[in-house]
């Protein structure tokens, strides 16, 4: 997943350390973080994507759909696969999408929104969550994204990690 996701997990194993936790209870801790991460990310271009071949068994679907319909897919993170979760016409309706699906998540611990050069759309989003989560505003960090997701997902994309309380 995005760099926050494995940080949120590095970030409980260090508090529970410092606390003096035992190993055994630090690593249910990071599976528990683990297991209540959701990662959805909008791209705004396939173009990064094909030449990393990330999406091999995706890409042929992807591919049709961006070129017959114009459309910016959206996709999230599970069980450390990239899967599609839809499509839409527009930035603003994918990024509204992502915000009702973390709406169908229940109460929230940690949101961070990261993109590439879509400052606009990453502030936009993050308003969007907090009016559909009640997770409030001040508390969604927002920024820059790594390497990593510049190198598969290219300029403009967005993606949104969320921790579901535990």
């Known amino acids: 997943s995005i760099s926050l996701a494995a940080g949120w997990q590095v970030m409980r194993a260090a508090e529970l350390a410092l606390q003096g936790a035992t190993k055994a209870e630090i690593l249910a801790a990071v599976e528990s973080t683990k297991e209540r991460t959701r990662v959805y990310i909008q791209i705004d ?6 030449r990393g071949g990330r999406l091999g068994a995706l890409m042929p679907t992807i591919d049709r759909m961006i070129r017959a319909l114009s459309i910016k897919p959206i996709l999230n993170m599970g069980d450390g696969q990239l899967r599609l979760l839809g499509a839409a016409r527009s930035t603003v309706r ?17 949101v961070q929104v990261m993109h590439i050069r ?13 009016t559909s989560t009640r997770f409030a505003l001040e508390r969604i960090g927002i920024g820059e994204a790594g390497q990593v997701l510049a190198c598969h997902g290219g300029e403009g994309v967005v993606g949104v990690g969320a921790l579901i309380a535990g």
């Open 94 to 110: 994918g990024l509204a999408r992502i915000a009702t699906e973390l709406a169908t998540l229940g109460s929230l611990e940690m």
């Open 118 to 130: 879509a400052e606009q759309a990453a502030n936009w989003v993050a308003r969007e969550i907090a």
């Open 45 to 50: 271009s396939v173009e990064f994507i094909r």
